[in-house]
């Protein structure tokens, strides 16, 4: 049998065409491959990564689009911080007035939207890093009330950099002595010597910043700071330095710290009770730098424990005062926590 068309002299008659829509999945504008990780899709802990999803060609006739986003490896994708609400003077400027480190976290609900931002913390330290998937699924909602669903899987590299040579330089050691009339309990002595001072370098393939960020404990007498402490600033004396690519040897991170206590003009006892949190973190030079985080590298922990007591001989220092030995952690990821400013 064979179909005529009135008034149409010329026609085909065929099977009704269809055209395939790709999903795919973008880091930071960069098209990822399900098998392989293309060449560009390198990155670095601390940067930015943004994921967004891609239509080739465009959906037609998509009312709503519901997405939900799942990553390997270690990330953060959120942050807070502690705040406290000035009272308005007058009424019109009252302020949230913020304080603290900013504490990143992970939150689930920032994964269900089509374009995400995260920052990962862990990675290889071989460049050009572990390889790490990326994963969308997407359910489209249309206007004749149909939906479809799909997912796309795309791979990348995460590098980290390394920390190695570790030193201790200067192994702290408990003094004591006068200033005036106030004795004081110090790690190192009046002149500056037997102070704390360890080092760390820093391997990596980006260039970037690094430095110590030193947070502690005080249980002192007669001065007790409390918990949560952060030294002096968010970067300790004589950091951040800028690291360069792949030169270790000329990316060195130095600690040098020689606390004290000192006893009220009238007191007959004082203590120098301290744990100290040291931070080796590192950030990117990658993509857009101010939207890149500090990632934390290695983690050094030490405490010091010494008292002196005033009697008839003059002030000597309790038995057993002391300073431990640092600890090195160069496989920690968390973050420094703190709540207030202080200064040992």
């Not at 040291?278 to 008292?307: C, E, H, M």
């Not at 005033?310 to 640092?326: E, I, Q, Y």
Request: charged residues 10%.
């Amino acid at each position: 049998m064979t179909p005529t068309v009135n008034s149409l002299p010329y026609y085909s008659f065929g099977p009704p065409s269809v055209t395939k829509c790709r999903l795919n999945t973008l880091a930071n504008g960069t098209a990822l491959a399900e098998n392989r990780v293309v060449p560009v899709a390198h990155y670095c802990v601390g940067q930015q990564m943004t994921f967004s999803d891609s239509w080739t060609p465009a959906v037609p006739g998509v009312a709503t689009t519901a997405a939900n986003w799942t990553f390997s490896g270690n990330l953060v994708n959120h942050s807070t911080q502690q705040r406290i609400w000035v009272p308005p003077d007058p009424p019109a400027l009252g302020f949230w007035q913020y304080y603290g480190s900013v504490n990143y976290d992970t939150d689930s609900t920032l994964l269900n939207q089509q374009t995400t931002s995260a920052w990962w913390t862990s990675g290889g330290s071989s460049f050009p890093g572990a390889q790490y998937t990326a994963t969308l699924q997407e359910t489209a909602s249309f206007a004749n009330g149909q939906q479809a669903t799909l997912s796309r899987t795309g791979q990348f590299d995460m590098y980290r950099p390394s920390l190695f040579e570790w030193v201790i330089t200067s192994q702290g050691k408990v003094t004591n002595y006068l200033s005036g009339s106030v004795e004081i309990v110090s790690v190192g002595t009046a002149a500056g010597v037997q102070t704390m001072i360890f080092h760390w370098r820093v391997q990596s393939a980006y260039a970037g910043s690094a430095g110590f960020t030193q947070t502690y404990d005080d249980e002192s007498y007669p001065n007790a700071s409390g918990s949560n402490v952060l030294d002096l600033a968010e970067f300790y004396i004589g950091s951040p330095v800028n690291v360069l690519t792949n030169s270790g040897a000329a990316n060195i991170l130095v600690l040098s710290d020689a606390p004290d206590e000192g006893s009220s003009l009238a007191g007959n006892f004082v203590s120098l009770v301290l744990q100290f949190r040291d931070y080796a973190r590192f950030k990117p030079n990658l993509g857009d730098p101010s939207q890149n985080i500090y990632v934390t590298l290695g983690k050094v922990t030490w405490q010091v424990n010494a008292s002196a007591n005033s009697g008839t001989g003059g002030w000597a220092l309790t038995p057993g005062s002391s300073v431990s030995t640092p600890v090195p952690d160069v496989s920690s990821t968390e973050f420094p926590f703190w709540l207030q400013v202080g200064s040992q």
